[in-house]
């Protein structure tokens, strides 16, 4: 069963534009929602996150938006720029300290 | 500071044969976690540690093993490889499991 939905599975924006990417949950319990950014041979570095008290949180170009009662939360890039080309995952954690688990990733391409 | 290290970085394995890939971190958490990465699967949990001396089964923790023997350092395990675990794995450190994670640079295990 899988925790967190994360789509689309690819994304290709052109230099300047938005990049939109979505991730829906089903488990109410959730309540810390972080982005990670992950470049090719390295590691996932945490990018943005958010919690349930709020409905959207920016940082720089990068934004989350929030939405309890759909049980949605998306990454919004501004600006895109082809140093933004990396795969993304969303990611969400319980009350009780458990473990994140992951959305199976956007592979995003900005292109000039 | 390091921040978290992997070793190895790259591995070929023949089917049967065992191995340890080991982290250290160097930030003092108390949360380290294995996860492995294969494509369009995005990061999975295998096993993690709440401190030292505690591990605690992920969602995919079959086939291997892990040690928390001293708080800087998790041990991972494939007692006897199969093709299966080909993949990247990847180690991670926290403070607490709702705040950043911090990943290692990931080690690439063909078994062949």
């Known amino acids: 069963q899988q925790q967190v939905k994360q789509s689309p599975q690819s994304l290709i924006v052109q230099k300047g534009g938005i990049s939109i990417i979505n991730c829906a949950y089903e488990?109410?319990?959730?309540?810390?929602f972080p982005w990670y950014q992950q470049f090719p041979g390295k590691g996932p570095a945490l990018l943005i996150a958010?919690?349930?008290?709020?409905s959207e949180k920016k940082e720089g170009r990068f934004t989350i938006s929030f939405n309890k009662s759909a049980k949605q939360f998306s990454l919004h890039i501004m600006d895109s720029q082809p140093g933004d080309s990396a795969t993304y995952f969303c990611?969400?954690?319980?009350?009780?300290?458990?473990?994140?688990?992951f959305g199976k990733g956007t592979r995003l391409s900005v292109i000039a | 500071n390091a921040g978290v290290t992997q070793t190895p970085k790259f591995r070929v394995l023949k089917t049967g044969q065992s191995m340890t890939l080991l982290c250290a971190q160097d930030?003092?958490?108390?949360?380290m976690y294995w996860y492995r990465q294969d494509p369009g699967m995005g990061l999975r949990l295998i096993h993690y540690?709440?401190?030292?001396?505690?591990?605690a089964k992920g969602e995919v923790p079959d086939g291997y093993n892990v040690s928390r023997l001293k708080k800087q350092n998790f041990l991972l395990g494939l007692e006897s490889a199969a093709p299966s675990q080909t993949s990247v794995y990847f180690c991670?450190?926290?403070?607490?499991?709702?705040?950043?994670?911090?990943f290692g640079p990931g080690t690439r295990l063909t078994v062949l």
């Open positions: 991670a450190s926290s403070y607490s499991m709702d705040i950043a994670m911090f």
């Open positions: 488990n109410t319990a959730f309540d810390y």
């Open positions: 958010i919690r349930p008290d709020v």
């Open positions: 990611a969400a954690s319980m009350i009780g300290n458990t473990p994140l688990v």
């Open positions: 930030m003092n958490h108390e949360y």
């Open positions: 540690s709440v401190g030292e001396g505690t591990t």
